[in-house]
T-cell receptor
Framework: GAVVSQHPSWVICKSGTSVKIECRSL??????MFWYRQFPKQSLMLMAT?????????EQGVEKDKFLINHASLTLSTLTVTSAHPEDSSFYIC??????????FGPGTRLTVT | GQQVMQIPQYQHVQEGEDFTTYCNSS?????IQWYKQRPGGHPVFLIQ?????EVKKQKRLTFQFGEAKKNSSLHITATQTTDVGTYFC??????????FGQGTTLQVKP
């Protein structure tokens, strides 16, 4: 199989604080991990591409200083939302690949900033 | 930049009716993938199409990739209530990065 986990599954934080989301590939080594953001009833928007041991590649319009990505190992990538604001409230989903194409998605993390 | 358009946005069908969603890319794709997301869930990989004109079937689902590798479709025959969810196409260029379509949300009335 190819299982990807995310932690936490949901989090509520106060405006101005930072939140870290973990993405783990449980039974395979992921060559690449992706971070997406999904607003209610909308599609997935790619935020950044993360490769182990190198800096993440951010999509246009995504602030790299606000959304810090650390790809510590072939099974772990983290996304830290710094100085969160209510407009950062969203569903954050990671995915991991072990081959050239198919992506395996995590269950997502619902972030609410109050 | 590359864009992937998907229509329709919503589709309500009676159980047993057929359903089709269409996907169009602004650029030629190296491959196209289809995912299904159930309400409250995360996207689950259904299939990948790579070859021009390719057609693949999974039970009642038929996937097609256009000759120009810029469009694709998913057709479900005789829908069931278990088919409910949002179907996303996602196109990939040479980088492996996926660009998702807007999704088609399917509702099936029993």
């Amino acid at each position: 199989g190819a299982v990807v986990s995310q932690h936490p599954s949901w989090v509520i934080c106060k405006s101005g604080t930072s939140v870290k989301i973990e993405c783990r590939s449980l039974d395979f080594q992921a060559t690449t991990m992706f971070w997406y953001r999904q607003f209610p009833k909308q599609s997935l928007m790619l935020m950044a591409t993360s490769n182990e041991g190198s800096k993440a590649t951010y999509e246009q319009g995504v602030e790299k200083d606000k959304f810090l990505i650390n790809h510590a190992s072939l099974t772990l990538s983290t996304l830290t939302v710094t100085s969160a604001h209510p407009e950062d409230s969203s569903f954050y989903i990671c995915s991991a690949t072990k081959g050239p194409y198919e992506q395996y998605f995590g269950p997502g993390t619902r972030l609410t900033v109050t | 930049g590359q864009q992937v358009m998907q229509i329709p946005q919503y589709q309500h069908v009676q159980e047993g009716e057929d359903f089709t969603t269409y996907c169009n890319s602004s650029t030629t794709l190296s491959n196209i993938q289809w995912y299904k997301q159930r309400p409250g869930g995360h996207p689950v990989f259904l299939i990948q199409l790579v070859k021009s004109g390719e057609v693949k079937k999974q039970k009642r689902l038929t996937f097609q990739f256009g000759e120009a590798k810029k469009n694709s479709s998913l057709h479900i025959t005789a829908t069931q209530t278990t088919d409910v969810g949002t179907y996303f196409c996602a196109g990939s260029g040479n980088t492996g990065k996926l660009i998702f379509g807007q999704g088609t949300t399917l509702q099936v009335k029993p």
